[in-house]
């Protein structure tokens, strides 16, 4: 708690990464703001950690690149459009309710989530042979709003798409109306808005380890996996100056900066660590999402002093544990997949509204 209160008294002192060259944590008294190494003085103590190389253990397998198979499985907020053979008056189209429940003519309440269309026709057929003679009940799906995916970040048209039909991702991407358009910087350059190195797709919570730039670029057809529902696709921009600085910090979120941004700057932005974070043992996270670079940072011996400040770099993530963690590869893993959804909500909330990335099931919440 202390050593948050020292970062929140700094951050109206450091500019980037000039730090006084030594100070006590516990006693703010103790920092020379006029000395040698003092902000006043342009002295720089950032130091490039120690980054390290992390294996991201998940794999591409063949079933990424197949439909899902199976017939379609109906769910809350489908839309059936359903009819009586030879009876026009009985055509009707019936919403799924949120308890999976539909009602239709005289068959009562029917429970049809998870069922197939001829799983629900066999159903009809059976409530309604007592109000028609020998009834052919027919089924098919209107709308299809229960097995949605999302796309968000720089597309032209972010939101919510059904997958009423096997959708690839390169499908996926063109309902979105395909990535924003790049444009001319200064020196007459096209300068393309979208981050593709840390562009992610996530189901049920797990990395889905495509490589955009390859599928992008490249055209590499071997990344070019079939969406599902509830997947959620997030493409970055690549223009903001920014870090993100996340974990049990107090206010999680993005830190922009025009020039230097440090370490100790940046969890000052967001309130500085909770009191019972795990500062010893804090990540910066670097580069791709398939070849990061990690760094472990003890925050404490920062800000005592005893280590030097770090400088930051724009897609920086900082992530301060709540828990001690023992596997480095696998927690990355994990934190990449809540980092990579806290900055799409950031972005999402702007493009398609609090409401819609709540109906995403996408957490807001930058994670632990």
């Known amino acids: 708690m202390k050593a948050t209160c020292i970062v929140l008294l700094l951050s109206g002192l450091l500019s980037g990464c000039?730090?006084?060259?030594?100070?006590?944590?516990?006693?703010?008294?103790?920092i020379d703001l006029t000395?040698?190494?003092?902000?006043?003085?342009?002295?720089?103590?950032c130091e490039e950690p120690d980054f390290t190389g992390v294996d991201i253990m998940a794999r591409l397998t063949p079933d990424d690149l197949k439909p899902a198979g199976g017939p379609y499985r109906v769910g809350p907020g489908d839309?059936?459009?359903?009819?009586?053979?030879e009876v026009a008056s009985?055509?009707?189209?019936?919403?799924?309710?949120?308890?999976?429940?539909?009602?239709?003519?005289?068959?009562?309440?029917?429970?049809?989530?998870?069922?197939?269309?001829?799983?629900?026709?066999n159903l009809l057929t059976e409530k309604l042979k007592s109000n028609y003679a020998a009834p052919i009940v027919t089924v098919n799906i209107a709308s299809a709003d229960s097995q949605r995916f999302w796309v968000l970040g720089q597309v032209r048209k972010p939101g919510a798409y059904p997958v009423a039909r096997p959708?690839?991702?390169?499908?996926?991407?063109?309902?979105?109306?395909g990535l924003q358009s790049g444009q001319l910087n200064a020196q007459g350059d096209t300068q393309e808005p979208v981050d593709l190195d840390r562009a992610i797709l996530?189901?049920?919570?797990?990395?889905?380890?495509?490589?955009?730039?390859?599928?992008?670029n490249e055209g590499d057809m071997s990344q070019n996996v079939y969406v599902r529902g509830g997947d959620y696709v997030y493409l970055p921009s690549i223009q903001h100056r920014a870090v993100y600085v996340l974990g049990h910090v107090t206010n999680p979120g993005p830190v922009y900066f025009d020039s230097d941004l440090s370490m100790v700057s940046?969890?000052?932005?967001?309130g500085g660590p909770k009191s019972d974070a795990v500062v010893t043992k804090a990540l910066i996270i670097r580069g791709s999402l398939h070849t990061p670079k990690v760094a472990v940072v003890n925050y404490r011996d920062v800000v005592s002093g005893r280590k030097s400040d770090v400088r930051l770099q724009g897609g920086d993530i900082i992530w301060v544990p709540k828990g001690v963690w023992s596997k480095l590869n696998e927690?990355?893993?994990?934190?990449?997949?809540t980092a990579a959804q806290a900055v799409a909500v950031q972005e999402g909330l702007s493009a398609v509204g609090a409401a819609a990335i709540n109906g995403a099931g996408v957490s807001i919440s930058a994670g632990q």
């Not at 839309?79 to 053979?85: F, K």
């Not at 996530?202 to 992008?216: A, D, E, H, M």
């Open 18 to 30: 000039s730090l006084p060259s030594k100070f006590d944590a516990r006693d703010p008294g103790s």
């Open 35 to 45: 000395g040698p190494g003092s902000v006043g003085s342009g002295g720089t103590h």
């Open 79 to 85: 839309v059936l459009d359903i009819e009586v053979a």
């Open 90 to 121: 009985s055509r009707s189209q019936i919403t799924i309710m949120p308890d999976g429940m539909i009602y239709y003519d005289v068959a009562g309440g029917l429970n049809v989530t998870g069922k197939t269309l001829k799983e629900i026709s």
């Open 167 to 177: 959708t690839s991702l390169v499908q996926a991407l063109s309902l979105a109306g």
């Open 202 to 216: 996530v189901r049920k919570g797990k990395l889905i380890p495509v490589n955009f730039k390859s599928l992008i």
């Open 266 to 270: 940046a969890l000052a932005s967001v």
């Open 331 to 337: 927690y990355v893993e994990t934190v990449l997949v």
